[in-house]
């Protein structure tokens, strides 16, 4: 594979991670501690609200193109011999992040979705859902933001 495809799905992947990154982080300090501030039945409402949203082509966009770029960026260093390198453990990391989310986010929004916001059960629901729901936003966000870092300066070190 040459320089400048590698070159380029580690600038897609860090791109896309830092993205990522940034929705994960902007949940953990904004979105999440402004849901718990109001009723169990709105909290449900507005994250099934925000998680129909989120399927949409520009998020599904970062969210399966950097997990892609991540991949070419690991099978690029498994090739060459690149795996001790910044460049390899941080496209690992944007993968840990996808599959933190496909593997715990996802299910968890899949759950609030069935959830009747009026109903007697919702506010133990939400509760259960904000801890882990937010454990693993916290999970998935650091890695996609330490992914990003060690991409970013895998990319200056080939400059």
């Known amino acids: ?16 991670a830092g993205v990522a990154g940034g929705v994960y982080f902007a949940f953990t ?3 999440m501690p402004a849901l718990r501030t109001l009723p169990a039945a709105e909290s449900v409402t507005a994250m099934q ?14 969210f399966f193109g950097g997990a892609a770029a991540s991949a070419g960026v690991l099978v690029a260093d498994l090739t060459t011999g690149g795996t001790a390198s910044n460049r390899f453990a941080g496209a690992a990391l944007a993968l840990v992040s996808f599959g933190v989310t496909v593997a715990r ?12 916001p009026d109903s007697l059960e919702s506010a133990a629901q939400w509760m259960a859902f904000d801890r882990s729901w ?10 996609a933001i330490a992914a990003t870092i060690l991409l970013v300066e895998s990319l200056s070190r080939s400059a």
């Open 1 to 16: 594979m040459s320089n400048t495809i590698i070159t380029a799905l580690t600038a897609a992947s860090a791109v896309c």
């Open 29 to 31: 300090v904004i979105v």
């Open 49 to 62: 609200r925000i998680n129909d949203s989120a399927v949409r082509k520009p998020f599904m966009a970062v």
């Open 105 to 116: 986010n996802v299910p968890l929004n899949n759950t609030i979705a069935r959830v009747a």
């Open 134 to 143: 937010s454990r693993s936003n916290l999970v998935r966000g650091s890695a």
